[in-house]
Structures are given as C-alpha cells and as structure tokens.
C-alpha cells in the first residue's frame, strides 16, 4: 500500500461502521481467507479441465547394433502425439468436479466466517475505546470534586474548624483519583493502538475516533434469533458443505468398481535422423502413420483394499453428520447465551442511570451538609466514592450491552457493521 493512499484512507473521523468497514478491507487475515478463496476457485477449474482431453508428445532416438529392419540404418528417430479423452471414469471425474466446487462454497463460508470474527474483534475494542473514555470523563470529574473538596477542607482547617486528618484524607483520596486517571488515560491510549492495528493503520498515526456508548433497541425473539442462525451461519454451512464432501469421497472410492473408458488418437512419424525423415524408409510415409481407438481397463481384484476404503469414507460421512449436529447444538445454544446477556446488560442500566442520579443527589447533599458544618468529610468523601462507582457501573453496563448486541449478531451469522437497531 503506497503512502499517499494511506493517508487519504485514514483521514477524517472514525465511527464504528467505517472502523469495521476499514478492518474488512485492509485487515492481513481477511487477506489470506480472499488468497484461499481464489486458490479454491483455481482448484475448481482445475477439476472441471479434467473432462478435456489431455494432449502430450514424445521424441526420442534409438541406436541398434545393426541395420533397423524398417529404414536399413543404425539409427532411428521417433516422435509421436497422443490425444486422449476421458469418457467414463466410474463417476470419479464427476465427484472430484463437484467436490472441487463444494469446497469452493466451503471457503466462501470461512470468508464470512473470518469477517464475523473480525468484526466482533473490532466492535468489542471500539465500545471498549467507549467506556474508556467514559471512565476517563468520570475519573476527571472525581478529580475536581476532589480537589474542590479539598479546598474546602483547607479552609476549615486554616480557620480551626476542622482537625488536620480531615485535610490529610482529603489529599489522599485526591491523589489517589489522580492515579486512576492516569490508568484511565493510558487504557484510552491502548485501546486506540489496538484498534490501529485491526484497521491495519500505524500506530503512531493520530485516528479520531467518535462515538459514543448508548443503548441500541433489539427486538428480535428468541425464535426470530434462532431461525436467522440456523439460516446464515457459516460454521453450519461449512458443516453442510464438509458433509457433502465427504460424500463426494465415497463416490471416488466407489469409482474403482467400474471400468475406465478412454478415447485415444495417435500419431507416428519416424526417421533415421533428428528431423525425423530421411531416405532408409522403403517409401515415403512408411515412417509416418495414426491410430484412434478406445480401450477399458478395470482393476478385477485388490484384495478388499478398494472396498474397505469405501467403508471407511463412508464412516467418516456418519462423522461429519454427527459433527454438524453438534454445531447446529453450539450455534443454538450461543443464540440463547447471547440473548440472556444482553437481557441482564440492559437490566443493569436501567439500574445504574437510577444509582448515578441517586448517588449524584447524596453526593449534593452531602457536601451541602459539610459546608453548613452539619456532616463530616468522612461522608462528602464516601458519597464522592460511591458516585464514581455509579458511573464506573453505568459505563461498564452500557459497553456489555453494545458488546452482548454485537455477539448476538455474530452469533446468528449477520453482519451489522454499525450496530444499528433492528426494526
């Protein structure tokens, strides 16, 4: 990728559809699935060129130990062209075609399957760059009530209503807020490098990301979920798609218990010189003459080997089956997981936007109460504590909803790069 359009790529904003649009295009691991993709898609042409027939050609020179009974020379110059076309194989060529094909559909559905993945990885990093910054405003704001808090304290303190261990605690809940915005800080800073590097852009250059962390409707049933996974999800079509190559495996096995049929056609030309001519031949085109035939050919017996290993392919569909089975079991019960989470994420902030409001007012009053020299710092310090645990579980809530929305959808096979409700 040239410098020039880089640059042009990352400018402007960041929102959270064009960050995971940005991963699908650029991100290394999409790169490989898309070079196995046209590495499956070469191997199915290759397979369909296996109905034509097949052209080869052989030249070489013979030395006797005495005249060549045909040209009365020593020596003996032969090239010769063979046209061969495949006209029954015992269905193997068939099978090989369709299973060439089916791996083809196999590897689209990784394709699908890596951009599913991928696009969790970026939206679960994108709503945690969210409540970082959450975090980051709530440990600023703590900050300032702090210091605010200290200031008042100070000045109790200097007018010898208040002991100095009030202005002591002060100062260490102080600096220990300061110490958690710093931590907030550099979480901040980690998470816009972890997202650099999904989207595959430097780390040092300076991406604006924007959003914000909200609640997103979601009205689908559990039965509405469930039929959308089952429908598009692509480990259960790679299930299908393996299931059926399997089968395709069987029929190849199978293919030994018929007999092969070629069309041939041969052509001769012989010399007593490199140039494949010369003047020994009796007369002209005795040198010279072609063939076309057809001829079959079948292996009688093997000893059981061809039989058993039918047998054995055919146990290893009953494997698959069984295989699939278990996924189809998995991908129901991540649905019924995925919901349930997303259920109790949106409980919880529910509660918490009432525990930020309450724990806002108790907060108010209790520095109203310490002003008036009616409350302790001791309550205007928990009730600062408490406030910052609210907002610290109002964030955390409103990340695992959006995260819980985004496995949901990864969960049922679908893609929703922006996380946008569902009508």
């Given amino acids: 990728m040239d410098k020039g359009a880089t640059e042009e790529d990352i400018s402007g904003p960041f929102d959270l559809e064009r960050c995971v649009q940005r991963a699908l295009e650029y991100n290394p691991n999409m790169q490989a699935i898309r070079a196995q993709l046209r590495g499956a898609q070469h191997g199915q042409r290759s397979a369909l060129g296996k109905f034509g027939p097949t052209l080869s050609g052989t030249y070489g020179y013979t030395h006797y130990n005495r005249d060549y009974q045909y040209s009365g020379k020593e020596s003996d110059w032969v090239a010769s062209l063979n046209l061969t076309q495949p006209i029954f194989q015992g269905f193997n060529l068939l099978a ?8 083809r559909e196999s590897t689209e559905a990784s394709l699908t399957n890596v951009e599913l993945t991928l696009i969790e990885s970026v939206q679960s990093n994108f709503l945690s760059l969210l409540k970082a910054r959450m975090d980051v405003k709530s440990a600023e704001d703590s900050v300032a009530r702090l210091e605010s808090q200290l200031k008042v304290t100070s000045a109790f303190y200097e007018v010898g209503l208040r002991p100095k261990a009030e202005v002591l605690d002060a100062e260490v809940d102080l600096a220990t807020s300061k110490q958690e915005l710093l931590k907030a800080r550099n979480n901040v800073s980690t998470q816009e490098a972890q997202l650099n590097t999904l989207l595959n852009i430097p780390l040092e250059a300076p991406i604006k990301y924007v959003g914000e962390l909200k609640y997103i409707p979601f009205g689908l049933t559990l039965k509405d979920c469930l039929t959308r996974a089952y429908d598009h999800r692509p480990d259960l079509i790679i299930g299908m798609k393996s299931v059926e190559m399997a089968q395709k495996d069987v029929t190849m096995a199978e293919s030994s218990f ?6 041939h056609w041969d052509y001769v030309t012989r010399g007593d010189d490199a140039a494949v001519n010369g003047s020994g031949y009796t007369s002209e085109r005795s040198g010279e003459y072609w063939t076309a035939g057809v001829d079959a050919s079948m292996d009688i017996f093997q000893w059981g080997s061809d ?11 009953k494997q698959m089956e069984a295989d699939l089975e278990n996924t189809r079991l998995n991908a129901g019960f991540e649905v019924k997981s995925s919901i349930l989470n997303l259920q109790e994420a949106a409980d919880r902030i529910t509660v918490a936007q009432k525990s930020v409001v309450a724990a806002e007012e108790a907060y108010r009053m209790a520095v109203a109460r310490y002003q008036a020299q009616v409350g302790t710092n001791t309550d205007v310090l928990n009730a600062q504590e408490r406030l910052s645990m609210a907002e610290a579980q109002l964030s955390q809530a409103l990340a695992d909803y959006g995260t819980a929305v985004s496995k949901l959808y990864v969960a049922m096979g679908e893609k929703n790069l922006g996380l946008k409700a569902v009508k």
Avoid: R
């Fill in 307 to 317: 039989y058993y290993e039918s047998k054995q392919y055919a146990e290893t569909v």
């Fill in 258 to 263: 018929y007999p092969s049929v070629n069309g």
């Fill in 96 to 103: 090989n075609w369709q299973k060439a094909k089916l791996n």
